[in-house]
């Protein structure tokens, strides 16, 4: 590659794009004459088709201006502004995340396109200007609203926020990815705990951190929203994080039944609940289209196995997904799918096994002495006929490595239990010959 081509290459950066609906990172390719996005995935045979912007600040941000305000349904896309040079590279490892985790991570909230006012500037944010009331802003939260004097005393601040890249995320509506240390003072007395933080407006409309403190276990054993946990409900929580099902939750206060999905936030043990008509899902999973049918069974809460999937090194594979209230998106059961996939193995084999050995030279075996075969214990066969037409018995094994029944006249049990003996006694002699040699 020649340093000309190098250098403008890096002087360019390229847009990704994560379509809300899909959950899947694409590079932006442009917009058509209905202004609805245009986009490829991010492979080498597709470089010539992404669409580069000069990465001046002010000239991106004019860019981007323009660009956004063409496009159709923008609600629906969070963009990314990523180097040229590293494109494919950060968007393989983007979806990565996104599959596992959700887009809560670093490597989003740095190079994901936002407004930030007149706040500093950070590499690879774009400083855009005041929008227009009714615009888009992909923020869910307005820093002006938010409680800071409730916050200073949790021992939090704008500054400490800041500081620990935690403020931006909290304004687009996400918890903390991780635990955040806080002291309660109360004036009597500080308390400090480690919570997930969120934000919510309070009745009064002013924004409040909300604290999710950690639970050894969750609490199951009492009413949710007027719901009380079956036996099963309990065991798919503790089992999957998800309940399973779709049930009706009471509105605390309007009272209204509203159907919901009940998950296990793994970080805090806390139960968390999302309304089914707000669940976000996929229509197409690695590379496969959901029909109908399988997007209801994830909105019944149920988990779902989906084949023939495309890993991102490109291997086909199979997998249980589920949609988490948690998280807020689908994830992966690979744990159940494995388990699945042995259990298959094993019951195809024991099929295959049974099907070896329905018969044993002519003699039709009962299904009992297919099981003690299968089991490891010999059976015994009356009434077998040799090739002179002659009647005999005896006892029949079955040696799953080989595949092959054997036959035998004496009982293969008496046999083994007859060297036993006779090696013990072989033994229990030996001190005696010993004792009698002169030294």
């Known amino acids: 590659m020649s340093t000309e081509t190098t250098q403008r290459q890096v002087e360019h950066d390229v847009l990704l794009v994560n379509d809300k609906t899909k959950n899947k990172i694409q590079v932006v390719k442009g917009l058509n004459k209905e202004g609805k996005l ?7 045979k597709n470089q010539n088709q992404f669409l580069k912007v000069d990465r001046n600040g002010d000239f991106f941000s004019n860019f981007f201006s323009n660009f956004f305000s063409q496009l159709k349904n923008p609600t629906q896309f969070t963009f990314f502004r990523v180097p040229e040079l590293l494109t494919i590279k950060m968007a393989n490892q983007m979806q ?3 599959n596992q985790s959700g887009p809560t991570h670093e490597l989003f909230l740095k190079h994901q396109i936002t407004e930030i006012g007149n706040e500093s500037k950070k590499e690879n944010k774009v400083a855009e200007p005041v929008k227009e009331e009714g615009q888009y802003s992909s923020n869910k939260f307005d820093i002006k609203d938010i409680d ?7 021992g939090l601040s704008k500054e400490k926020l800041q500081e620990m890249d935690l403020l931006e995320p909290l304004l687009q509506g996400y918890k903390t990815k991780d635990l955040v240390a806080v002291n309660l003072d109360l004036g009597s007395a500080v308390f400090s705990l480690d919570a997930r933080l969120s934000l919510q407006k309070n009745e009064e409309g002013k924004v409040v951190m909300a604290l999710e403190g950690v639970k050894k276990y969750p609490n199951l054993n009492v009413p949710l929203y007027g719901h009380e946990f079956s036996k099963q409900d309990k065991h798919n ?7 399973g099902r ?9 009272k209204e039944m509203i159907p919901s999905v009940v998950s296990v936030d793994r970080l805090t043990n806390n139960l968390v609940v999302t309304r089914v008509e707000k669940m976000q899902l996929p229509q197409e999973v690695k590379g496969i289209v959901l029909s109908e049918q399988q997007l209801q069974t994830l909105k019944d809460g149920k988990p779902l196995l989906v084949e023939g999937m495309t ?3 490109g291997n086909l594979f199979n997998a249980e997904i589920q949609f988490n209230a948690a998280k807020g998106h689908i994830e992966f059961l690979f744990e159940n799918t494995n388990k699945q996939s042995q259990s298959q ?3 195809q084999n024991q099929s295959q096994l049974s099907d070896d050995l329905k018969t044993f030279r002519g003699k039709e075996l009962t299904k009992k002495q297919q099981s003690d075969l299968l089991e490891g214990k010999p059976i015994y066969i009356k009434d077998l006929i040799d090739k002179r037409g002659n009647p005999y018995q005896g006892y029949v094994t079955y040696n799953k490595e080989t595949k092959q029944a054997d036959f035998s006249f004496q009982n293969p049990n008496k046999e083994q239990q007859s060297k036993a003996q006779s090696q013990s006694e072989k033994q229990a002699d030996e001190p005696k010959k010993t004792k009698g040699r002169k030294m």
Do not use: Y
Request: hydrophobic letters at 35%; charged letters at 25%; proline letters at 8%.
């Open 246 to 254: 779709v049930v009706d939750l009471v509105h605390p206060t309007t």
């Open 345 to 347: 193995n094993q019951t």
């Open 148 to 154: 800071w004097d409730s916050l200073s005393r949790l």
């Open 96 to 98: 990565k995340e996104l």
């Open 311 to 313: 890993s991102a090194k």
């Open 38 to 44: 245009e986009t490829v995935p991010p492979t080498k």
């Open 237 to 243: 929580l503790l089992k999957t994080g998800n309940m």
